[in-house]
């Protein structure tokens, strides 16, 4: 089934090398060393991009299946083009065909000492196999987890949700030697001013971090909300950030609560 669909990609994008970093149920990501339309030698060695290729579906019909590929990835490219030239982190848009479904962009992971891309996810997992607790709660984590809240809060500040906050979608950069939190996968992103829709928002992440770092994700919650309250404080959003903040927070007390009630009835 992959290669029927690598075959697809390639029709698309010939003679590119693509090297397939990952296979989701809606696209496939690969990771190539060639630019759109900026030839080689005026790159960086080893610099390499992103391409999200939204396969057909066989399963839908073919006039169907072309409006909702096109609508998806005009959706994911519209939200990262406003992301961009709002200045929060995310990886800068380089090229679209929207029929065929493709997105090329900046990329943005390196790499951990184990190999592995350096998503928040990765690098918790990284400190917390390797590292002391000491190290797993140090300040150095506090930072990244106040970033990451802090991120999310300009986010919503600007009526933009994620849709998909877990630790796997934030990827972090190395801004000489500090590492700095950078938002991926917009598939399901979209514009509210709904404190329910940024609720929902702030507890998918909270579960994502409750599940896959469960020793320390009590401290970790704390202090991305942490963060996430200091967007509000920040002077160009003053006028409306208390009232939005208070807003969410309560909104986000009433999805806990449906959360809890949902897990004990089962
Ligand atoms: P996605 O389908 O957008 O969630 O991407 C799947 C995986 O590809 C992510 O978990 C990342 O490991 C990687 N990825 C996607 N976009 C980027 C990017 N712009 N920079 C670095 N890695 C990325």
Redesign the pocket.
């Known amino acids: 089934m992959t290669e029927k669909i690598i075959l697809q990609v390639q029709k698309h994008l010939p003679n590119i090398d693509l090297d397939i970093?990952?296979q989701?149920a809606?696209?496939l990501?690969f990771q190539t060393k060639t630019h759109p339309y900026c030839s080689n030698p005026y790159l960086k060695n080893n610099q390499k991009f992103?391409i999200?290729f939204r396969p057909s579906k066989p399963y839908r019909h073919p006039k169907i299946d072309f409006q909702i590929t096109k609508s998806r990835t005009i959706g994911e490219a519209k939200f990262i083009y406003k992301l961009n030239k709002l200045g929060l982190p995310s990886?800068s848009l380089i090229s679209c065909d929207f029929n065929n479904g493709i997105i090329w962009?900046?990329?943005?992971?390196i790499n951990l000492p184990n190999g592995n891309?350096s998503?928040f996810k990765n690098w918790l997992w990284y400190l917390e196999k390797n590292e002391s607790i000491e190290d797993c709660t140090s300040a150095e984590v506090e930072e990244v987890c106040f970033k990451v809240g802090q991120l999310i809060g300009k986010l919503h500040l600007n009526e933009m949700i994620h849709g998909d906050l877990t630790t796997?979608?934030i990827?972090l950069t190395d801004d000489s030697n500090k590492w700095d939190p950078a938002l991926?996968?917009f598939?399901l992103s979209t514009f509210s001013g709904l404190a329910e829709d940024k609720a929902v928002d702030l507890y998918v992440l909270e579960r994502a971090i409750t599940s896959t770092h469960s020793v320390f994700a009590e401290k970790y919650n704390s202090w991305l909300l942490e963060g996430y309250k200091s967007a509000h404080e920040l002077k160009e959003f003053k006028k409306i950030g208390k009232k939005k903040y208070d807003e969410t927070i309560k909104r986000l007390e009433d999805v806990r609560l449906r959360g809890r009630k949902r897990s004990m009835l089962g």
Do not use: Y
């Not at 962009?105 to 992971?109: D, Q, S």
């Open positions: 970093i990952s989701g809606e696209a990501v992103i999200k990886p962009m900046e990329n943005l992971g891309v998503s796997s979608n990827i991926i996968d598939g």
